[in-house]
């Protein structure tokens, strides 16, 4: 399993490549992409912080509660921090299973226990001024 | 003395201008009282504590958990990681 919080560029490739195996008939892979807006306000630009030795720990929990509830294959995650400029990749998600259903469903979940737990922030800046984002509302 | 490390992230580490500090352990001093020292000498943090959960070790704990020497103590502040396009 990959587990990763890394200031450089992501690496879709090596995510979904990661979980590549003989018995997975299926990959998922998901993308967190820096939007331009939110609620109404027009954004500039993000700024990611971690708790990196934990937020790995944290992804390789929830990584193993997913694979036994779900039964998939492998999963690897990739979140960046620092400066993130509108269209980049903030998270990857990638999970391998033996059929797809499994696969889109693992990848959700993993998303959302993602945002609930792994000690991760973001920082909205707009135009007039910027805000630390509390919880994904 | 026995004594923490404290780690400040995000909007908290902001506010105190500091990612890390180091804290005096006295007899029986929780997650929750190592917050109140640091709001003592970070006033600015003050009111926080109902928002902010604890981690010590890495690892999730209840403000309850009784902080030992050498610990290192992290203040969670809500999180959003992720993207908001889901």
Redesign the interface.
Known sequence: MLFEVTADELDPGRVAEHVRRDDAGAIALFYGVVRDHNRGRRVMHLEYDAYPEMATKVMRQIAAEVKERFGVAEIAIQHRTGRLEIGETSLLVAVSSAHRKEAFEACQALVDRFKETVPVWKKEVFEDGEEWVEGDH | MSSAKV?L???L??LAGTREAEVELGEGLTAAGVFDVLVQRYPSLAGFEA?VRF?VN???VPASHPVRDGDEV?L???????????
């Open positions: 780690r992230f995000a909007g580490a902001e928002i981690a890495s690892a999730y992290a969670i502040p809500p999180v959003s990681g992720g993207s908001r396009a889901v």
